[in-house]
């Protein structure tokens, strides 16, 4: 399968403090891989690395194939083929649901008013906001927002699609809301990228898990493996803490 | 008697006070609208990020270090001061003689866009960083970004400034009588010196305007209130 992303010794620090240390993993077409680690172990700044909302401090990212930090790549044109969605949903507030999913397809990709619309009204069904594309962001609850945040990344019908802790900002009672709409994507054959805390989740939908800590990958492989056989001690410890708060939640 | 004077003075003079506020709200308005122009391109122009090539950076460097002057020269000297030096300094630097009108327009809009900028500045701030990170993953370029996320909340945001803006302009405009523009503050003491009465003349004066800058403030409360449209939405039916 043809590597779609693809991070080579990546490193980020803000002054001395070092975020990111020597990062390489790729991610292949159609693969649904999920980042996991402690709160501060970077793996938000690894996937805002990805889309150079933070500017690494070294090393490359492949874009199928092409080395997009090399200077000669124009950012907004490689950033359109990502979609985000953000722990903070980030919808723009002078916009109507309908025109969040549509503005960035008339703008960014110049499709015509009719096509955008067409689109954005599809991704709304799939995430079952249809009925609320006159509404504006401030009057939605969080879980709605956030669907309408999935629909308005899918209607740019990226390459790849990533989450940055989607249900980390949401009231426990509309995770799953989201959670539902996202593992219908995994299983639709998206290639998605996700920052989860969501253990069960991570286990459901990923082709592959990574684990982060202290700014390095500490161990990657099949979800089965991750979580039931962790080779390294401290994915042990951080699965052990992470299932014992669960548990007594 | 006072009250009989003031009366005889709005009979004979009312064209005089009429075209005097006529002329000071099309000065006002002219001054702020241009104004707020010269101050969202100003604020535009100082929130562009550090371009990556050198010429591009010295650049904006350059536009930048205008701006400031601009704005702290503007913001940093009296209104009364700046007209008579643009429209004397204009007849002697370029040997031109400027239409009082055209040296209000400028002296009112180019003073009023060092405020604005600073506003704008403070409204592109206060929008959320999430908006403008959203813009950029989305895949937005600077200026698309502005022109259809950010500049749409900064203008609702600073809506108020801006009427506060008209209000200080409408006001403040009376200080161009320096350079002879028939606005309502020169009009009127015209009108006192003709008739010996000035308590009477500038009660008027002080009366209208009242009445333009209260009715303004309600003009632009509605606008905003329409800006925010309506509390609630129509639901889709299911098709």
């Not at chain 2, 630097?93 to 400027?98: K, V």
């Amino acid at each position: 399968m043809e590597k779609v992303i693809e991070i080579q010794q990546l490193n980020k620090s803000y002054g001395m403090n070092e975020v990111l240390k020597n990062i390489g993993f790729s991610v292949h077409h159609g693969e649904v891989v999920t980042i996991i680690g402690s709160s501060g172990s970077g793996k938000s700044t690894l996937l805002r690395c990805i889309n150079l909302l933070e500017i690494p401090s070294g090393g490359e990212i492949h874009y199928r194939g092409r080395n997009i930090l090399d200077g000669s790549h124009h950012i907004p044109s490689y950033r359109k083929k990502l979609g985000m969605v953000f722990q903070q949903f980030n919808l723009f507030e002078n916009h109507n649901v309908l025109n969040n999913c549509m503005v960035g397809q008339i703008k960014v990709l110049k499709r015509s008013k009719a096509e955008a619309e067409q689109t954005a009204r599809k991704y709304l069904k799939v995430v079952g906001m249809e009925a609320y594309i006159n509404a504006k962001p401030k009057q939605l609850s969080g879980g709605q927002k956030q669907r309408v945040a999935i629909a308005r990344a899918l209607s740019m019908e990226p390459d790849v699609l990533l989450f940055d802790e989607p249900t980390s900002a949401l009231d426990p009672e509309m995770v799953g809301e989201v959670l539902k709409v996202m593992k219908e994507l995994a299983h639709s054959g998206l290639t998605m990228l996700i920052v989860t805390h969501e253990m069960d989740f991570a286990r459901e939908v990923s082709d592959r898990v990574v684990f982060m800590d202290k700014g390095v990958i500490a161990e990657e492989g099949t979800p089965e493996q991750m979580f039931s056989r962790p080779k390294q001690e401290r994915t042990r410890e951080f699965l052990k803490r992470t299932f014992v708060e669960h548990d007594r939640a | 008697m006072s009250l009989e004077w003031i009366v005889k003075i709005v009979e004979e003079n009312w064209q005089m006070f009429l075209r005097g506020a006529g002329m000071t709200l099309l000065i006002s308005l002219v001054g702020t609208v241009i104004g707020a122009v010269i101050g969202l391109l100003a604020g535009v122009i100082r929130t562009i990020p550090t371009p990556g090539r050198a010429a591009q950076r010295i650049m904006l460097k350059s536009a930048n270090l205008l701006l400031t002057v601009y704005i702290e020269v503007f913001r940093g000297t009296p209104m009364i001061v700046q007209a008579v030096v643009i429209y004397y300094g204009s007849a002697m630097a370029f040997d031109f003689n400027m239409n009082v009108l055209t040296a209000a327009f400028i002296v009112v809009s180019v003073n009023t866009g060092a405020y604005m900028a600073e506003i704008v500045r403070g409204g592109i701030l206060s929008v959320d960083k999430g908006q403008f990170e959203a813009a950029h993953a989305i895949g937005m370029t600077h200026m698309q970004m502005m022109a259809n996320i950010v500049l749409p909340q900064v203008i609702r945001n600073i809506l108020p400034a801006t009427g506060n803006q008209f209000v200080i302009n409408i006001k403040d405009t009376s200080v161009l009588n320096v350079i002879s523009v028939s606005e309502l503050y020169f009009l009127t003491k015209s009108v006192a010196g003709n008739n010996f009465r000035y308590f009477e003349s500038f009660f008027v004066a002080c009366v209208i305007y009242f009445v333009m800058t209260f009715t303004v403030t309600r003009i632009l409360r509605y606008f905003e209130k329409r800006l925010d449209g309506s509390k609630s939405y129509e639901m889709e039916p299911a098709r």
